[in-house]
């Protein structure tokens, strides 16, 4: 079961005063970032050239051990600080990714890495084994509603849950233990409408064990707790 804690849309949460008062906050930080200059110490800039699959990057992750990963449009990129190691599909392997436009990644307990794809499809990643299984059980529930692309994902320890924000097709949730969608329902049983009515889902927070913030195109911020 889940709880909203709190639901904000625009024109509920920001009057003219907090709008004034964000703008001066703004303005006074921008004042002091040009009085107080900074130095940088050092500037990179990695590209196609030194290895990088794509020079469109969706996503940016660093790992609980410091890999900094890469979604493009042409591979998943692990970066150690020297090289670069790109995953891709590939169609005699049934251990690869399901597609190489990444579009979000996320980890599950300092250990596995769910990958999203701009085709709606999920992936996990065992960096032990370093191979991915395929969410075939996902992508089969999400044919039948409708195959919208990932935009981003969040995992809660507490519940085992994977929140999966979509474009244009709201939000998701997968029981990682059950490896199953999953239904979330109200205190009363009723099922809560995390669908298309949201809109697109932008950003995902899990803020500590079973609390969860959601960023939505159409229906502001909305808070969840889990039971």
């Not at 992750?61 to 891709?88: A, C, I, P, S």
């Not at 085992?160 to 049983?189: D, F, H, M, W």
Request: net charge positive.
């Amino acid at each position: 079961r889940i709880t909203v804690m709190v639901q904000y849309s625009g024109r509920r949460f920001f009057g003219s005063g907090m709008v004034a008062a964000v703008f001066l906050l703004a303005f006074t930080g921008l004042l002091s970032a040009q009085g107080n200059p900074y130095r940088l110490d050092r500037a990179i800039n990695l590209t196609s050239e030194d290895g990088l699959s794509h020079d469109f990057v969706y996503k940016i992750f660093q790992d609980h051990v410091g890999y900094m990963w890469f979604g493009t449009q042409d591979g998943l990129n692990r970066y150690d600080g020297k090289e670069f190691r790109v995953h891709r599909f590939d169609f005699a392997d049934p251990a690869s990714l399901s597609g190489n436009n990444i579009t979000a990644i996320c980890e599950q307990d300092r250990y596995y890495l769910w990958i999203g794809t701009r085709s709606g499809r999920l992936n996990r990643y065992d960096p032990v084994a370093e191979n991915f299984r395929r969410c075939d059980e996902y992508s089969e529930g999400m044919d039948r509603q409708g195959n919208f692309p990932i935009s981003c994902l969040a995992h809660d320890p507490r519940s085992g849950i994977l929140l999966v924000g979509l474009i244009r097709g709201g939000l998701q949730t997968y029981n990682t233990r059950k490896q199953r969608l999953c239904l979330p329902r109200e205190p009363s049983g009723r099922p809560f409408p995390l669908g298309v009515n949201l809109g697109s889902v932008l950003w995902l927070l899990v803020t500590k064990p079973g609390t969860v913030w959601i960023a939505t195109e159409r229906q502001g911020l909305i808070g969840l707790r889990w039971d």
